[in-house]
């Protein structure tokens, strides 16, 4: 990745400016120190707050230096995902569409599909495992507390479509067992399936792309996800 500063939000935009504008001159001496060997590549990384004109600045300055790939950062850092989808709508269409784009941080699973419906194809997030650390699985019908008390007698798992053993083979009961009696094997089980859980969705997004189905794959599961736990819903979810 290039050298850049992630600009704060929120923030004045003559601040954002400067900001980016020093992030593009790093850009561009990061390409001209990067050395081309196989199994390398670097990324420049467009920023520009929420601002279309900015971002677009952005992103012509880095098409104009070159790159192997196009990160988009400064997202994610609490300006909610409307701002963050409107942002990405006035951004992907500036980035090369034979290069891979990247979203850097991001995020939520509906985060993620929808910066997929919007043309990014990666991501990073430490959100399943910090998620699992702290008793939140990841699922069909969205997340899950496990510290919630009415899991103690739940004989289901986790998830059954996630094809992981901590998802299928082990109960929401004995799961939370371990959450309260804070033995690490709980955390353990909830980052697994957590992993999982993303992995699974992410194939799911390559075949829907494949299929031509994304924006229907995209319909469905944000139903899924609204829909909820109707127990974890009736007491408090998460």
């Not at 012509?60 to 300006?79: N, P, S, W």
């Not at 510290?147 to 004989?155: L, Q, S, V, Y």
């Not at 229907?216 to 599961?221: L, M, R, S, V």
Request: some cysteine; glycine content about 10%; hydrophobic content about 40%.
């Amino acid at each position: 990745m290039a050298f850049d500063e992630c600009t704060p939000y929120p923030a004045e935009k003559p601040a954002v400016a400067d900001s980016m504008r020093m992030s593009m001159r790093w850009a561009a001496r990061s390409k001209s120190a990067f050395v081309q060997r196989p199994g390398y590549a670097l990324f420049g990384i467009v920023q520009g707050g929420v601002h279309s004109d900015l971002r677009a600045e952005s992103a012509a300055a880095l098409r104009t230096v070159g790159f192997d790939g196009y990160a988009i950062g400064g997202l994610a850092v609490g300006e909610g995902q409307e701002l963050m989808f409107s942002t990405l709508d006035v951004t992907v269409p500036h980035l090369p569409a034979d290069a891979p784009r990247y979203l850097m941080g991001v995020g939520k699973p509906l985060d993620i599909v929808g910066a997929v419906v919007r043309g990014v194809d990666m991501f990073d997030c430490v959100l399943p495992t910090r998620s699992g650390r702290t008793a939140q699985a990841f699922t069909r019908l969205g997340p899950l507390n496990m510290r919630n008390a009415r899991h103690a007698g739940d004989p289901c798992p986790l998830d059954e479509s996630v094809p992981c053993d901590a998802s299928r083979n082990y109960s929401r009961a004995y799961i939370h067992h371990l959450v309260k009696s804070e033995e690490l094997l709980g955390l353990m089980l909830l980052s697994w399936h957590n992993v999982a859980f993303y992995q699974k969705l992410m194939a799911d997004l390559r075949a829907a792309i494949r299929a031509g189905t994304l924006s229907q794959f995209a319909a469905a599961f944000a139903a899924d996800q609204a829909r909820g736990d109707p127990e974890e819903s009736d007491n408090g979810g998460t």
